[in-house]
């Protein structure tokens, strides 16, 4: 049995605690705002539009944080993709959840100082961090500043058009969430990864 490894530093995980915090108020009032019939709103139209707006902003300066913090510590290199193997890692990560976590194979990427993440969790980290997250901060943003919108792209509304990215991406985000608190369970116990998010330390297997 391997040693514990202290792998979330602080300011990681106060970062993770704020932005998983904020993303459930973003989606119970983004939900609220989306779907709720005006007479009988799950939450009431205008807290949820306010709520909404401060919450988003507290998750734009906590990403600035997030890519801070990545950029100055080791943290950083968790996030680097191998291109050339990367097909190959995938696959191997794939067969690993499809059939090998049922045969109680051993898991081919083991978590050690120099990597925390399996390829297929780095993937989906990269994607959702440095692809899905500027553009959910960018659209918000510019809801929130229409000034800033441009008026006509292809004949069409910006301003629409702006709403519908933030609306999909946010989707994408919810879908992520609910994958990520999944996956979260399969450590060396279904609580160890939420444990290890609180106490700075990876359980190992
Ligand atoms: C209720 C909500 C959430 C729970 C319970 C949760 C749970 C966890 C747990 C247990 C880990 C540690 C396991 C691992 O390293 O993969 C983790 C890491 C992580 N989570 Fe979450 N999460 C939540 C929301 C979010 C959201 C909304 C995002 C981003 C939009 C996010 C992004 C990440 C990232 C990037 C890491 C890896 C951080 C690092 O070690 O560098 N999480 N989360």
């Given at each position: 049995m391997s040693e514990r490894l202290y792998l979330y530093p602080i300011w990681l995980r106060i970062w993770h605690a704020i932005n998983a915090f904020m993303f459930l108020v973003l989606l119970a009032t983004g939900l609220s705002m989306q779907?709720?019939?005006?007479?009988?709103?799950l939450i009431r139209f205008d807290l949820a539009v306010q709520f909404h707006n401060i919450a988003g902003l507290i998750v734009t300066f906590n990403y600035l944080i997030f890519v801070a913090g990545n950029l100055a510590t080791k943290?950083?290199?968790?996030?680097?993709?191998?291109i050339a193997k990367l097909y190959k890692d995938l696959s191997l990560q794939l067969e690993y959840y499809l059939i090998g976590v049922f045969k109680k194979r051993p898991t081919p990427f083991p978590i050690n100082e120099k990597r925390k993440f399996n390829p297929l969790q780095k993937v989906t980290y990269v994607a959702t961090m440095y692809g899905l997250m500027p553009v959910i901060i960018v659209t918000g943003l510019a809801l929130l500043f229409?000034?800033?919108?441009?008026?006509?792209i292809f004949q069409s509304s910006g301003f629409f058009l702006t709403a519908i990215l933030h609306t999909i991406v946010g989707f994408m985000l919810s879908l992520f969430l609910v994958i990520h608190v999944y996956f979260s369970?399969?450590?060396?116990?279904?609580?160890s990864n939420f444990k290890s998010m609180v106490n700075g330390y990876h359980e190992p297997h």
């Open positions: 779907y709720s019939n005006p007479d009988l709103p943290n950083g290199n968790y996030y680097r993709l191998e229409p000034e800033i919108i441009i008026e006509k369970t399969m450590g060396s116990s279904p609580t």
